[in-house]
Nanobody
Framework: QVQLVESGGGLVQPGGSLRLSCAASGFATDNYVIGWFRQAPGKEREGVSCIDTSDNSSFNMESLRGRFTVSADNAKKLVYLQMDSLKPEDTGIYYC??????????????????????WGEGTPVSVSL
């Protein structure tokens, strides 16, 4: 049974940083895609970043490049989302999601063209003074 568990969320002041972690377990293969998504209050969920552990290729949504970075520790089955220069509009619930279908570029999972198979419960991020 696949489980994805997010951690690392919290309250941070504007300009601060947080590193979110996604612990993956239960995948039948070492090759999978993990995506980070977020949902701000009153808004639709949106894709943030993704990484394909089969080749460590990654993708960040253009509006977040330079501030958000996704990485993976394949040995520990952890995927990280480093978030720097945080802004109040980054507030929301951050989810990691996964699939073992690595035949597509992971960006396709961020924009909703492809569906993830597994989702975590989310971790809250609040950016305010």
């Amino acid at each position: 049974q696949v489980q994805l568990v997010e951690s690392g969320g919290g309250l941070v002041q504007p300009g601060g940083s947080l590193r979110l972690s996604c612990a993956a377990s239960g995948f039948a293969t070492d090759n999978y895609v993990i995506g980070w998504f977020r949902q701000a209050p009153g808004k639709e969920r949106e894709g943030v970043s993704c990484i394909d552990t089969s080749d460590n290729s990654s993708f960040n949504m253009e509006s977040l490049r330079g501030r958000f970075t996704v990485s993976a520790d394949n040995a520990k089955k952890l995927v990280y989302l480093q978030m720097d220069s945080l802004k109040p509009e980054d507030t929301g619930i951050y989810y990691c999601a996964g699939t073992t279908d690595t035949s597509y570029q992971c960006a396709g999972y961020l924009d909703g063209f492809l569906d993830m198979d597994y989702w975590g419960e989310g971790t809250p991020v609040s950016v305010s003074l």
